[in-house]
């Protein structure tokens, strides 16, 4: 990665966390003692904004929160990360969206997650919210979206960017169909095995089904398919460079893997926009999102690139 700062623009959600540990999922109707609760920021915008940040990219936030004590909070976050939030929205009528995370830490040692999104001012943004990307998209290196915010905020974010000749990842998440101007105007397409699978309508349980979905999404347009696979890696696909398969990297104990996906997906962007080839990007990515799955909560366990370069030499040794 070059000594330039890259400048990346993130379009998206704002939450605050409400997350509950336990050793067990509850079944319907069962309640069980939980082990810890807490409040952390989060937002898979705000996740993917503060983990380019903190690898050292000059970041624009663009999203919306309410005109509340976490709206504030929030605004805060990201003023300590260094953040741009010049274009982060005050909803005088909806509150600050929000996500309840289960986190389930079983006796194996495993960790597994469940997440409900309440979108609340998140999906009250509009095309009008981001309208200075008329004059000012071409002044970055990299437009990051997801799906916690209203569709047609995304088209346009994609179709100005694309305009302007900036490279656009989609991040396919929670999963929901992606429409034909948004698949048009993506550079990249990053869905995890789950949302692959929806979008592709094939299984994709295994490196030879993300091989199939990966086809099908490229012969319907999409110009490179970065499919992650959680403990197995991630795969990236393109027309023009085949198939690059990253493995996933390993770091004891695992404690939360909340926002593992948000770290991968802007790191992998953040290495791109900084100068790194394909392979090197998925190489970074991995290890970012490798640290952040080793620490709690969602904001709180997105490293550094001091941290990320460390554990790269640590491994590498």
Do not use: W
Request: net charge negative; proline share 7%.
């Amino acid at each position: 990665m070059s000594s330039d700062r890259p400048r990346i623009l993130v379009v998206g959600s704002l939450n605050m966390d409400m997350i509950a540990q336990t050793s067990v999922f509850p079944k319907d109707g069962q309640t069980v003692k939980g082990r810890s609760f807490r409040k952390a920021p989060g937002g898979k915008g705000l996740n993917q904004a503060v983990q380019a940040a903190r690898l050292g990219a000059d970041v624009v936030m663009a999203g919306k929160v309410g005109c509340d004590a976490e709206g504030d909070e929030l605004i805060g976050v990201c003023r300590q990360e260094g953040i741009d939030v010049s274009h982060i929205l005050r909803d005088t009528g909806t509150a600050t969206g929000c996500a309840m995370i289960l986190v389930e830490e079983r006796p194996d040692g495993e960790v597994s997650n469940r997440i409900i999104v309440i979108p609340g001012a998140n999906g009250n943004m509009t095309p009008d919210d981001i309208a200075f990307l008329e004059s000012e998209a071409a002044s970055f290196d990299m437009v990051l979206l997801q799906f916690e915010i209203p569709m047609e905020v995304n088209e346009r974010a994609a179709f100005l960017a694309c305009e302007a000749g900036v490279p656009v990842m989609v991040n396919p998440a929670p999963s929901a169909p992606v429409p034909r101007p948004l698949l048009d105007h993506c550079t990249y397409l990053s869905p995890n095995e789950t949302e692959a699978s929806d979008l592709a309508g094939v299984p994709v349980e295994s490196p030879d089904g993300a091989d199939k979905a990966a086809r099908i999404l490229l012969q319907s347009g999409v110009r490179n398919v970065l499919i992650t696979l959680g403990e197995t890696g991630a795969v990236l696909y393109s027309p023009e460079g085949g198939k690059i398969f990253c493995p996933a990297v390993r770091k004891l104990p695992a404690a939360d893997p909340t926002s593992a996906g948000d770290s991968f997906v802007s790191s992998f962007c953040t290495a791109l926009a900084d100068g790194a080839d394909h392979e090197q990007a998925l190489f970074f990515a991995a290890h970012a999102a490798a640290l952040t799955v080793s620490e709690a909560g969602a904001v709180p366990s997105l490293p550094d690139r001091e941290q990320v370069l460390c554990f790269i030499d640590e491994s590498r040794r």
